[in-house]
T-cell receptor, first 116, second 115 residues
Framework: GAGVSQSPSNKVTEKGKDVELRCDPI?????LYWYRQSLGQGLEFLIY????????KSGLPSDRFSAERTGGSVSTLTIQRTQQEDSAVYLC??????????????FGQGTRLTVV | AQSVTQPDIHITVSEGASLELRCNYS??????LFWYVQSPGQGLQLLLK??????LVQGIKGFEAEFKRSQSSFNLRKPSVHWSDAAEYFC?????????????FGQGTTLQVKP
């Protein structure tokens, strides 16, 4: 596609429910990132995918958070047993080459998650 | 550990005035530095980036930034601000082990433009 696409754009869920957030990166981009943007915490790195593997999961805040990527393309971020502190905007970004450090990451519009 | 500090949480400037947004970083090796802009309800858009070479980099929308290694700074500048520049601005450093591209962001600076 023309850009990084994320769905849904907004999600309201009840505390304790599981949610899945989807990211469709730019076609051909091998690197994919998830970030979280919340009040008071700013933008935090969650996880990095290179192809289908995740060599850096260091930003996942707890074992309730998991992510997968299939076919080197679409990625899903799953949050189990959601808590109110999970409320945030979840941003996905993709980058064209494995050496992501020296290339630009393109960001999606984000999914705004509200846990009530 | 790598970190980025944006000392100014909120800045207000008059339209047509010059702008400088400050960014200081902490990183052991040669940093890869970025400035992103986020308009309300929008994703992040890259303004400019520094990888190596000329320490003064030009970006989109008339923005520029200067890398100063001695000061660990990468300040963003614009000579004349337009009302459409009102947004949140994030400085970031490329971090992590090689080939990951993970970004460490500053807390952001919100720019308000007065008519």
């Amino acid at each position: 596609g023309a850009g990084v696409s994320q769905s849904p754009s907004n999600k309201v869920t009840e505390k304790g429910k599981d949610v899945e957030l989807r990211c469709d990166p730019i076609s051909g981009h091998t690197a994919l990132y998830w970030y979280r943007q919340s009040l008071g915490q700013g933008l935090e790195f969650l996880i990095y995918f290179q192809g289908n593997s995740a060599p850096d999961k260091s930003g996942l805040p707890s074992d309730r958070f998991s992510a997968e990527r299939t076919g080197g393309s679409v990625s899903t971020l799953t949050i189990q047993r959601t808590q109110q502190e999970d409320s945030a905007v979840y941003l996905c970004a993709s980058s064209p080459t494995p050496q992501g450090m020296s290339t630009e990451a393109f960001f999606g519009q984000g999914t705004r998650l509200t846990v009530v | 550990a790598q970190s980025v500090t944006q000392p100014d949480i909120h800045i207000t400037v008059s339209e047509g005035a010059s702008l400088e947004l400050r960014c200081n970083y902490s990183y052991g090796a040669t940093p890869y530095l970025f400035w992103y802009v986020q308009s309300p309800g929008q994703g992040l858009q890259l303004l400019l980036k520094y990888f190596s070479g000329d320490t003064l980099v030009q970006g989109i929308k008339g923005f520029e930034a200067e890398f100063k290694r001695s000061q660990s700074s990468f300040n963003l500048r614009k000579p004349s601000v337009h009302w459409s520049d009102a947004a949140e601005y994030f400085c970031a450093v490329g971090a992590g082990s090689s080939n990951t591209g993970k970004l460490i962001f500053g807390q952001g600076t919100t720019l308000q433009v007065k008519p």
